[in-house]
């Protein structure tokens, strides 16, 4: 079946300017995670979404991030007057159930890039 | 000092050598995780784990809760298990969902 996607693959913003990521998560998952990696770093955490509970925003490094998930399937992750430490790429991944506790599938990425 | 910590940061080995690689953790998980991350940038998911030893191909990973360790074994390894493997624990105390992440083993499998 189908995977975890994300669009777009690859994008190329100017400082300032406000860009959507989205993310479609494997039909049946209720859990879905956000997470970024910068170049050369580790994976960080960012946002978590559990059925219809009140999403983890514990780990969204500032008020310029937010992510919403409509119907319970896709996401998106909004970053607004982007940065150039925005940069970096964007993964998506669900799983079956309860955050943590089941096999994760993880999307491309999107690979942002802040000029 | 990171919650989760991964030895060795880098590894090379000759095709067909044993690998083992380590995740220590300072927190209390109620499950680990162990994923590979491609050259190309793709995350894949090997094991999920909250006790023992699972197996998956000539994948091995051990869990030790008492000692707080981890470990991935690679057996008859391959040039295509050239990756980062990268160990995650899910914090027992910690909020839904959020995983903390040790920075990776990168390994290289020369043939």
């Known amino acids: 079946g189908a995977g975890v996607s994300q669009s777009p693959s690859n994008k190329v913003t100017e400082k300032g300017k406000d860009v959507e990521l989205r993310c479609d998560p494997i039909s049946g998952h209720t859990a879905l995670y956000w997470y970024r990696q910068s170049l050369g770093q580790g994976l960080e955490f960012l946002i978590y979404f559990q059925g219809n509970s009140a999403p983890d925003k514990s780990g969204l490094p500032s008020d310029r991030f937010s992510a919403e998930r409509t119907g319970g399937s896709v996401s998106t992750l909004t970053i607004q007057r982007t940065q150039q430490e925005d940069s970096a790429v964007y993964l998506c991944?669900?799983?079956f159930g309860r955050g943590g506790l089941y096999e994760q599938y993880f999307g491309p990425g999107t690979r942002l890039t802040v000029t | 000092k990171n919650e989760v910590e991964q030895s060795p940061q880098n590894l090379t080995a000759q095709e067909g050598e044993f690998i083992t690689i380590n995740c220590s953790y300072s927190?209390?998980?109620?499950?680990l995780h162990w994923l590979q991350q491609h050259p190309g940038g793709g995350i894949v998911s090997l094991f999920m784990l909250s006790s023992g030893k699972k197996k998956h191909g000539r994948l091995i990973a051990t869990i030790n809760i008492q000692e707080k360790h981890s470990s991935l074994h690679i057996t008859a390894s391959h040039p295509r298990d050239s990756a980062v493997y990268i160990c995650?624990?899910?914090?027992?105390?910690?909020?839904?969902?959020?995983?903390?992440f040790g920075k990776g083993t990168k390994l290289s499998v020369k043939p």
């Open positions: 991944a669900s799983s």
């Open positions: 995650a624990a899910r914090n027992y105390g910690g909020s839904q969902g959020n995983l903390i």
């Open positions: 927190v209390g998980i109620s499950a």
